[in-house]
């Protein structure tokens, strides 16, 4: 079965990279979003299995930890697993403290660590 992913907030290059890695892992249609006002309109018209958010967005440089508030004090998205993308175990802590899964880095994509981070959603 295919999973739906919805990738938040990246550059083309790390879109791509994070798209190739997820798809050469998992059976997965990766949709992206750009801005937080993207994200919330997108997750109201359709479902995903996971939500990937960039610490910080590429097209305004918000804050990811802002879309993740967003999204666990909604209930129509609060079940919706997501996790945060950066490289810095603090902000991961942070994201995990307001209710996202652990997640991983830039620097660890294809790396095992990332996929068992990721099977429970995606696998």
């Given amino acids: 079965m295919t999973r739906r992913v919805l990738n938040v907030g990246q550059c083309v290059p790390d879109t791509i990279k994070i798209t190739n890695f997820l798809k050469s892992s998992f059976d997965v249609e990766i949709i992206p ?26 097209a305004d440089y918000t804050d990811g930890m802002d879309i993740i508030r967003q999204m666990k004090s909604d209930e129509r998205f609060q079940k919706i697993p997501v996790m945060l993308i950066t490289n810095y175990p603090e902000y991961q802590q942070e994201a995990v403290a307001i209710g996202a899964a652990y997640g991983f880095g830039k620097d660890e994509l294809g790396s095992s660590d990332a996929v068992a981070r990721l099977t429970p959603y995606l696998g």
């Avoid at 979003?33 to 993207?38: G, K």
Wanted: proline share 4%.
């Fill in 33 to 58: 979003s750009a801005t937080a006002p993207e994200t919330i309109d997108l997750l109201g018209k359709s479902s995903y299995d996971l939500v990937l958010i960039n610490r910080k967005l590429d």
